[in-house]
């Protein structure tokens, strides 16, 4: 698809809701270099969301959403919890069907769309929590891994069950009191990154939402790598403020916080060699582009 | 893309997309000796699969393996081993979710570990097959042939089919397709057989021909959006319904399971052409009936023949369809009954209990014999059981050795 297949017939357009008349006339389905500065520009492919107010999960959903490569043959692939109550008002398809299966509805999505669309690009991302990916998911988000699974899988990890309030997870640090750790979780926050580096992904990254541009080049990077190669996985800090005590303006704070150089959330980007000589042909043919505009201008 | 628009034309392997009308009712029939499983993949062989998953559970391991046969022979879009039950039923709704016509089989334990896709299936109006291949799923651990597991998929909101024989599996496989991709169905069908009974031993069964296969599935014609990014998206609610605690939103849940609902009612039209009703019956008017599905209906009727030789007349209502359940089928054909047996391949008697709930006079039903646990069920003791009924003496089957 792209914006051409989505032009409101004129006899209809007044009756047509103002964000779908939006999305015709001021999407960026289809553009090439769309990007996070599109927003605010540009009609953004979220149209709105119930998460709680200041959430650094709506600034992430925002900016993957707008780095998105290819949205208009891109389906979305969800579980159950906070993030569920955003797909909803998401103008790209996107599944919900059970909690934790989402790599393997993914897995059958994108074998599917193979099946169907052969000679056409489909990109298929997973999003969902750190309850959904590493604890009930792990076996699926594993197995789709080993099994080479062409799609982009994003685990929003707010360290805890956000959406049914605040109990321990895999992915929750070690000592912290919550919910069903009511004397501090016993063990470490589960090295997701590294078992997925160790499963087959080709390109994993660990790092938080506080950078817009960070999160544009990880998701573009990650969605072009599980094009061509293989499973990709990207682990996001975003900080369920509620849960641990902070308030509604602190959740950028609490991000540059936790990404300094010690901290648990230090940038840390894993690219396998297959994967490099990819990135490093795309960046070529873009300085090549670059310098045949810039030779054309002078 | 039009459905027909293919017809007459040829896929890769060079079988042609063919009415399925005519392919199944008028095309000549070959008639072959094989097992249930080989059935299963030679039905599979024509039936213009996407995509299908596979597990090993015994006994429908040979069965998804031999698919797999199918797919190496490239008669099948993709296949691929799934790591679990649950998995594999996941995977099968990620791939109908993206415009695929989807088959898996599973089995017993299987069946109930992946319990929880199949109301999702049906919700998400997904029309999956899967062959569910009944065993035992009681501790001990059991491989033996059982029926409990349709009770649970029974409340799932799957049409559910029971097959008797494995001609029926043949037709119904791609009936079946037929019947769940209607626009006004659009469900997923749990095609059920006693395993072991069906799938491990050989049967003439009477196949279409080789080069003849099933128009494909048409994703377009689904009463819900493909998600394939290939029609306008929008946001698809304005609210999430999962969070909010309103009339409005228990409205919309409750509405939404009635119409999956009203949609396994609106399969009844389209079962009943395909399969010639949703029940066979012979001497209905009989004083003694047995009704009974899968292979229940096998021994009920070496029991009537047994009978016969006595001069003990017995009718017989062989159920095919369990969802949708024929209801007002089963009110006229046990109308004159004074005796409805109801032989069953598990511990509990779901099928007499749902008989029971259904005609007038539920006295009138014997909820057995039962057998379980991999147990077969002699024509003798369904004899034994009508004779008790009326009343006539008989030797005791004890210690027959």
Redesign the interface.
């Known amino acids: 698809?792209s914006k051409e297949?989505?032009k409101i017939s004129p006899d209809l357009y007044d009756i047509m809701?103002s964000?779908?008349q939006d999305?015709v006339s001021s999407a960026t389905y289809g553009k090439e270099d769309r990007g996070w500065k599109d927003i605010g520009t540009s009609k953004e492919l979220i149209?709105q969301h119930?998460l709680c107010a200041g959430c650094p999960e709506s600034m992430a959903f925002r900016y993957i959403l707008a780095s998105l490569p290819n949205p208009?043959?891109?389906?979305m692939?969800g579980s159950t919890g906070c993030t569920?109550?955003?797909?909803?008002?998401?103008?790209?398809?996107?599944?919900h069907?059970?909690f934790g299966?989402q790599n393997?509805?993914?897995?059958?999505?994108?074998?599917?769309?193979?099946?169907?669309?052969p000679d056409r690009v489909?990109d298929v991302v997973v999003l969902a929590g750190d309850g959904a990916t590493v604890d009930i998911g792990l076996?699926?988000t594993l197995?789709a891994w080993f099994?080479q699974e062409k799609f982009t899988t994003i685990c929003f990890d707010n360290e805890l069950y956000a959406n049914t309030g605040g109990q321990e997870s895999g992915l929750m640090q070690k000592g912290f009191v919550a919910k069903m750790a009511p004397v501090g979780k016993l063990f470490d926050k589960v090295r997701l990154p590294e078992i997925a580096r160790e499963s087959g992904c080709h390109y994993v990254v660990n790092c938080t939402v506080s950078k817009p541009s960070l999160v544009e080049k990880v998701v573009r990077n990650a969605v072009l790598i599980a094009r061509e190669i293989g499973p990709t996985y990207l682990q996001l800090y975003t900080p369920c403020i509620l849960e641990i005590g902070k308030n509604s303006m602190e959740g950028l704070q609490e991000m540059r916080d936790s990404e300094k150089p010690t901290e648990r959330f230090a940038f840390k980007e894993y690219i396998s060699e297959p994967a490099k000589q990819l990135l490093a042909e795309r960046d070529a043919k873009a300085k090549e582009k670059k310098a045949a505009a810039k030779q054309l201008v002078s | 893309m039009d459905p027909t628009s293919v017809i007459g034309t040829k896929n890769k392997k060079g079988q042609v997309f063919t009415d399925p009308r005519i392919m199944m009712r008028e095309a000549p029939r070959t008639p072959s000796f094989y097992t249930g499983s080989e059935v299963i993949k030679e039905a599979i062989r024509r039936a213009s699969i996407?995509?299908m998953?596979a597990y090993p559970i015994t006994p429908q391991s040979e069965a998804a393996a031999l698919i797999g046969e199918l797919f190496a022979e490239g008669y099948i879009?993709?296949y691929?081993r799934?790591?679990?039950e649950?998995?594999?039923m996941?995977?099968?709704?990620?791939?109908?979710?993206?415009?695929?016509r989807?088959f898996t089989t599973t089995a017993g334990p299987g069946t109930m570990r992946a319990m929880?896709?199949f109301p999702?299936w049906a919700g998400?109006r997904l029309p999956i097959q899967c062959i569910v291949t009944c065993r035992g799923i009681n501790s001990p651990l059991s491989i033996q042939p059982d029926t409990i597991e349709i009770s649970y998929l029974m409340q799932t909101g799957m049409l559910v089919w029971h097959a008797e024989t494995a001609q029926d599996f043949y037709d119904w496989i791609l009936m079946g397709y037929m019947v769940s991709e209607e626009p006004e169905v659009h469900l997923p069908l749990a095609l059920c057989c006693d395993g072991f009974f069906v799938t491990h031993t050989k049967d003439v069964v009477d196949l279409t021909p080789t080069d003849m296969c099933l128009p494909p599935y048409d994703p377009y014609r689904s009463p819900v959006?493909c998600?394939?990014?290939?029609?306008?998206?929008?946001?698809?609610?304005?609210?999430?319904f999962?969070?909010k605690s309103n009339y409005i939103s228990y409205a919309t849940h409750a509405s939404w399971q009635q119409e999956v609902w009203a949609a396994a009612e609106r399969s009844r039209k389209h079962t009943i052409a395909w399969l010639n009703g949703l029940i066979e019956t012979e001497d209905v008017d009989a004083d003694v009936l047995i009704v009974t599905s899968g292979t229940a209906v096998s021994q009920g009727r070496e029991a009537i023949r047994l009978l016969a030789d006595e001069g003990i007349r017995v009718g017989l209502v062989k159920i095919k369809t369990l969802r949708p359940w024929p209801e007002e089928e089963l009110k006229e054909a046990t109308k004159h009954a004074t005796h409805i047996i109801v032989p069953e391949f598990n511990v509990i008697g779901w099928m007499a209990k749902e008989i029971k709930a259904t005609i007038p006079r539920s006295e009138r039903v014997i909820a057995g014999p039962r057998v379980c646990g991999g147990m077969t069920m002699p024509p003798e003791i369904i004899v034994e059981e009508i004779k008790r009924a009326l009343g006539v003496r008989s030797g005791t089957l004890a210690g027959r050795g």
């Open positions: 698809m297949r989505i809701p964000d779908y999305l149209e119930s208009e043959d891109t389906v692939v569920s109550l955003v797909f909803p008002m998401v103008a790209v398809h996107n599944i069907s059970l299966n393997a509805i993914a897995s059958g999505l994108k074998r599917a769309l193979s099946v169907r669309f489909k076996d699926m197995q099994r | 996407d995509v998953i879009g993709d691929f799934g790591e679990s649950f998995a594999v996941s995977q099968c709704a990620g791939a109908a979710f993206g415009g695929a989807v929880e896709n999702m998400a959006p998600m394939d990014m290939e029609c306008p998206p929008v946001r698809m609610m304005r609210d999430p999962i969070m």
